[in-house]
């Protein structure tokens, strides 16, 4: 079974600040995707950034990166630029590829963007 | 287009009765799944429907039901409700690739 761990209960940080979320997972699988989702107070989850696992270079979404370890089973969150609205809980998932339909979530990161 | 609807969004129900939550996913994905998200355990996967048959379950009582329909559209049917069951639940759809979910906006279900 898959195991992500998210080590940072609550985060906070100024505006325009970088912040990194950290996640960390467990797996013998060679093939999967690892998400980082946002969950703002209006509760929807949103897709922040996907990387698949067979893809050695670090997904980029505008201001929003990640360092992929596949190695050290490490995935974790950059922000750059911080604004107010990124004040949410974050949470890191996994998803093995292909074939499997469960999406295993870590505890999650409450991040607070101080203005 | 549209995004992902979740009807209704804020439930009370009473100990032992029965409840039924609306998922209506994206247009065009046939793959919808449910979690279960609480303060205590967290987003806890309950199950996945992909052209009206059930792929693949979570961990959870026989109390926790679902079906989806032939226009992608899915229910959940918790009966015999109890106190614990007290979480907020989120629908998730996906394309057939299954390559990543896009959610609603959960209903909240509170069980006196």
């Known amino acids: 079974a898959q195991t992500v761990t998210q080590s940072q209960p609550e985060m906070s940080v100024q505006e325009a600040e970088t912040v990194t979320l950290s996640c960390t997972y467990d797996t013998s699988e060679s093939n999967y995707y690892l998400f980082w989702y946002k969950q703002p107070p209006s509760r929807q989850m949103i897709l922040v950034i996907r990387q698949e696992a067979y893809k050695q270079q670090n997904a980029t979404e505008n201001r929003f990166s990640v360092n992929f370890q596949k190695a050290a089973k490490s995935f974790s969150l950059k922000i750059s630029d911080s604004q107010l609205g990124d004040t949410a809980m974050y949470f890191c998932a996994f998803m093995k590829n292909p074939g499997n339909e469960k999406l295993t979530f870590g505890t999650g990161t409450r991040l607070t963007i101080i203005p | 287009k549209a995004g992902v609807t979740q009807t209704p969004r804020y439930l009370i129900k009473t100990r032992g009765q029965q409840v039924t939550l609306s998922c209506s996913p994206i247009?065009?994905?046939?793959?919808v799944s449910w979690y279960q998200q609480t303060p205590g355990q967290g987003l806890q996967f309950l199950f996945e429907?992909?052209?009206?048959?059930?792929?693949n379950k979570g961990n959870f009582p026989g109390r926790f039901s679902g079906r989806q329909f032939s226009n992608s559209r899915s229910e959940m049917n918790v009966s015999t409700l109890e106190l614990g069951d007290s979480a907020l639940y989120l629908c998730?759809?996906?394309?057939?690739?299954?390559?990543?979910?896009?959610f609603g906006s959960g209903t909240r279900l509170t069980v006196v």
């Open positions: 998730a759809s996906s394309t057939e690739l299954r390559d990543g979910y896009t």
């Open positions: 247009s065009g994905h046939r793959s």
């Open positions: 429907y992909f052209s009206e048959t059930q792929r």
